[in-house]
């Protein structure tokens, strides 16, 4: 699940007629002052970044001449949203609307199959807060437009735009198809000067398909910034999400890992992260996961779970060990395996003084413990 | 009885020679599991681990009936080699890989519906029925025979429970491992129309998560007349909305998919929703009528 920046994402709704704004893509100040005069003077300065969230955190800015758009280009390009700051922005003119709709074509695991989702209202967080209209696409791939209309009436979207939305969904289905989308969203979809254009749009790749998506893939490979989670994903196979707790957690198994971050929340206490190893249970896998976590100020201690079954216990239990020796850790670290081969490790970890916590609960316990009485480096 | 598979259900093993499937093709014949078959394009002729290899699956299964296919290819090759089993005349096929393109899901799901046939996966650790049979690499020690169906969405969470259960002396019917994606052949309100046909087995543990509606298929099913007791088990209440933790189900995109919502309308419905993971086992206690004692010690 990797999101394109807009300016990518809008790349490639371009080819499939989407209607877009002009747009300038500016990496520094001189471009976004060329850029303000070049598309009228009244702009919108939007940081490039594959996140949600820039509108209300200030990565989206008016400018309303070359010198104010040259300092929304510095302001949008040193704000953090989501942990990332942009070193792009897109300056396209400023649109004045008049009405604006959300859109957007999904996997949806209760239709087993695509769906198109829209709102007869746009606008910020619309696909968290609202109930959206929902309708699957057929079989074939096509979007099913006279169902369409008959929801759209209902909903009280005017006549006048339903032509233009029909052609730009029918658009965004070649899209999700050609492209092996997880997501393709318009929000929002605006009528400006009487004509619907895309404000904003983005594009979620599916990262397993990326084998036959090659120029997808070559974006991904360049497009900057990338969330830490991304770049870790692609380096080293694991699963990692940062949370805002200070213990530490590796586990393996996305359910097994969520279960122990309950457990720690449980206990009063909370996790800084989700990380899961099972797809690289290797040393390679868990040095990388021990060196991410070591090297994060945020991190206090650090809990290890992992419940193996293909994965066996003991294996993982010689890698640890070989890895703490070489790592030699400055922060508390409590480990819990369990599932096959677990009987051995006892035997593997006793002759180090590493001590195995085979039940979840006193794991979780024995790792919160140990927070407090971690030592702060001076 | 068992669901989906049974101890006389004939299996082929695609992409036998790998790593992970010669691993689990000794693991599953060591079971009791009737492999009789791998299918390797290229190594036809062959014999690994005792099992005869052919080049295409219809060879296989004219040569040795096989009936249901479990396929440890990599996702890349994945949609080709499932279609090749459900085109062969497999009734069942396990897919256990994760990183399946889900446009590929979404076809592989369709195409075991067109042929009456069921897809178990992708990214699960599979199905196993204690003491019978096992399609899937999942340990073995974990499991033990008994009543109690267990669905799930993540196979370590499963060995760590069914491992409780069975320490309490709770045994299980059949694991059905459905997986994390989104998109998947057997989901969980399928699986648990599945266990509502089987007369061995008395109710039901859902291991469910944040992310996707597909728990609130339990509902529909706790509505239907003599419905099986059903109980689950949610995680993720912890887990930040807007992004995936690890399954690419596990990713919080409305009101709806998050815990609080999940648990509450499930509780409204009459299910059993399990606050946490220690209850697990003393909870299932509650719901089934009598606590099994493991058939074999």
């Not at chain 1, 079989?139 to 369409?148: E, I, L, Q």
């Not at chain 1, 690289?280 to 201690?301: E, K, Q």
Request: charged share 20%; net charge negative; proline share 6%.
């Amino acid at each position: 699940m990797a999101q394109l920046t807009e300016h990518l994402s809008k790349i490639l709704l371009a080819r499939y007629g989407v209607p877009l704004p002009t747009s300038i893509l500016v990496s520094d100040v001189a471009a976004a002052n060329a850029a303000t005069t070049e598309l009228g003077s009244d702009v919108a300065v939007k940081a490039q970044l594959p996140v949600g969230g820039r509108g209300k955190s200030g990565a989206i800015l008016r400018a309303n001449d070359p010198e104010s758009g040259a300092q929304a280009f510095s302001a949008v390009t040193s704000v953090y949203v989501d942990g990332l700051r942009a070193e792009t922005a897109l300056v396209e003119p400023w649109s004045t609307i008049e009405r604006e709709v959300y859109l957007a074509i999904t996997m949806d695991g209760a239709a087993g199959g695509p769906v198109a989702l829209f709102s007869a209202e746009g606008g910020i967080e619309v696909e968290y807060v609202q109930r959206l209209r929902k309708l699957s696409l057929r079989d074939d791939g096509t979007f099913p437009v006279a169902s369409f209309r008959r929801l759209a009436a209902e909903d009280g979207l005017p006549p006048r735009f339903l032509n233009e939305i029909v052609a730009i969904f029918q658009a965004l289905a070649r899209a999700f198809h050609a492209l092996d989308a997880r997501v393709i969203e318009i929000n929002p979809l605006a009528w400006s000067g009487g004509h619907a254009l895309a404000i904003d749009a983005r594009v979620i790749v599916d990262d397993n398909a990326l084998f036959r998506q090659p120029e997808l893939r070559g974006w991904l490979t360049v497009m900057s910034p990338r969330h830490i989670e991304d770049l870790v994903r692609d380096r080293s196979r694991l699963e990692y999400v940062k949370l805002p707790g200070r213990l530490g957690l590796i586990s393996s198994g996305a359910g097994m890992t969520m279960a122990v971050m309950d457990l720690i929340g449980e206990r009063g206490s909370t996790a800084a992260c989700f990380l899961d190893c099972s797809a690289n249970p290797t040393s390679a896998g868990f040095g990388a996961a021990l060196d991410l976590l070591l090297g994060d100020p945020a991190v206090d201690a650090i809990l290890v779970s992992v419940f193996g079954g293909l994965t066996r216990v003991d294996s993982v239990a010689r890698t640890l060990v070989g890895l703490l020796v070489e790592k030699a850790p400055d922060k508390p670290i409590t480990m819990r395996l369990m599932g096959t081969n677990a009987d051995k490790v006892d035997g593997i970890f006793a002759p180090h003084g590493l001590r195995n916590h085979p039940v979840l609960e006193e794991a979780v316990t024995a790792a919160i413990g140990s927070m407090s009485t971690a030592v702060v480096p001076a | 009885m068992t669901i989906l598979a049974t101890p006389t259900t004939r299996v082929l093993v695609q992409g036998i020679t790998g790593r992970q499937a010669t691993w689990s093709v000794e693991d599953m014949l060591a079971y009791g599991t009737k492999v009789v078959a791998g299918v390797v394009p290229g190594k036809g002729g062959a014999t690994h681990c005792g099992v005869p290899i052919y080049d295409l699956v219809d060879e296989a299964v004219t040569a040795t009936g096989a009936q249901a296919s479990i396929v440890f290819v990599p996702a890349a090759a994945a949609a080709e080699a499932i279609r090749e089993a459900f085109d062969g005349g497999c009734f069942l096929v396990v897919y256990p890989g994760d990183g399946l393109p889900i446009h590929d899901a979404v076809r592989l799901r369709r195409l075991a519906a067109t042929y009456g046939a069921t897809l178990i996966g992708p990214n699960t650790a599979g199905l196993i029925s204690p003491g019978k049979v096992k399609l899937g690499f999942m340990p073995s020690h974990c499991f033990s025979p008994g009543r109690l169906g267990v669905i799930s969405k993540s196979g370590s969470l499963s060995y760590e429970i069914c491992q409780r259960l069975t320490d309490a002396g709770i045994g299980q019917s059949t694991l059905v491992g459905v997986g994390g994606d989104p998109i998947k052949g057997v989901t969980i309100g399928e699986a648990l129309r599945l266990f509502d046909n089987d007369p061995e087995t008395d109710a039901v543990l859902v291991l469910g998560e944040v992310g996707g509606l597909e728990e609130y298929q339990a509902i529909d099913y706790a509505s239907r007349p003599a419905a099986k007791p059903v109980a689950l088990f949610l995680v993720g209440r912890t887990a930040p909305p807007g992004r995936k933790l690890g399954h690419s189900s596990a990713l919080i995109g409305s009101l709806q998919e998050g815990y609080e919502a999940k648990a509450a309308a499930l509780r409204a419905n009459g299910l059993c929703v399990i606050p946490t993971l220690a209850d697990v086992a003393p909870a299932i206690a509650g719901v089934l009528p009598f606590i099994q004692q493991p058939e074999e010690a």
